[in-house]
């Protein structure tokens, strides 16, 4: 069990360019998630994967994110324009196929809109 | 519209005693429980977690408790260390619906020696 892996770990980019974020989940682990936190908040849900089918998305926070899980495994969040008010720390999170399994966190990509 | 709410946002214990953080809840639907802890620049990493058919759950120090009749949950550390000292995030997953995890804002735990 390696853990969760997220690449990069910081990317510092500028209003209204386009960004990709990387997750590699758990190997074993079939459901993945992908969360934003902002300061002094907790988690916020974004939208989950089944395998490769995305379950819910319906959370994601605007037509400019989108993420793809193409293969079962790795998964890319990416956010098109990026504005000041996504600069926040993006968490990926994988599971086992069970409601009563506790998600495990990646150690976050903290993202920095200037 | 907060669903899950940790009312303090710090907490100071002295080491070797008993901490107890809070959590409540809104919504009614919520049936699994869990809590985690997080250091900074680290993701969340899960500590212990309750299904709503139970009202306790151990594991080592840590002790989780629900009262689904006031809505609210805690979790007890005996005794707190050093270690211990971190940001402790109350989450939650509703029956149904969206299959994500809902978080409160967390407090965070200094554990004084």
């Known amino acids: 069990d390696t853990g969760v892996s997220q690449d990069p770990r910081h990317k510092i980019t500028k209003r209204g360019q386009n960004v990709t974020f990387r997750c590699d989940p758990i190997?074993?682990?079939?459901?993945l998630y992908w969360y934003r936190q902002t300061l002094g908040q907790g988690p916020e849900f974004l939208t989950y994967?089944?395998?490769?089918?995305?379950?819910?998305k319906s959370r994601l926070l605007s037509d400019r994110f989108s993420a793809e899980r193409p293969k079962g495994s790795f998964s890319t969040l990416e956010i098109q324009r990026t504005e000041q008010g996504d600069s926040a720390m993006y968490l990926c999170?994988?599971?086992?196929?069970?409601?009563?399994?506790?998600?495990?966190f990646g150690n976050g990509t903290r993202l920095t809109v200037t | 519209d907060q669903q899950v709410k940790q009312n303090s946002p710090s907490l100071s214990v002295q080491e070797g005693r008993i901490s107890i953080l809070n959590c409540d809840y809104t919504?009614?639907?919520?049936?699994?429980f869990l809590w985690y802890k997080k250091y900074p620049a680290e993701g969340p990493t899960f500590l212990i977690s309750?299904?709503?058919?139970?009202d306790k759950n151990e594991d080592g120090r840590f002790t989780v408790f629900l009262n689904k009749s006031a809505k609210h949950l805690s979790l007890h550390i005996v005794p707190s260390q050093p270690g211990d000292s971190a940001v402790y995030f109350c989450?939650?997953?509703?029956?149904?619906?969206?299959?994500?995890?809902?978080f409160g804002k967390g407090t965070h735990l200094i554990i004084q020696p």
């Open positions: 999170a994988s599971s086992w196929n069970s409601r009563i399994s506790p998600l495990h």
């Open positions: 190997s074993e682990h079939n459901r």
């Open positions: 994967f089944q395998n490769e089918a995305q379950l819910e």
């Open positions: 919504n009614s639907m919520f049936d699994y």
């Open positions: 309750i299904s709503s058919i139970k």
């Open positions: 989450a939650a997953r509703s029956g149904g619906g969206a299959d994500g995890l809902t």
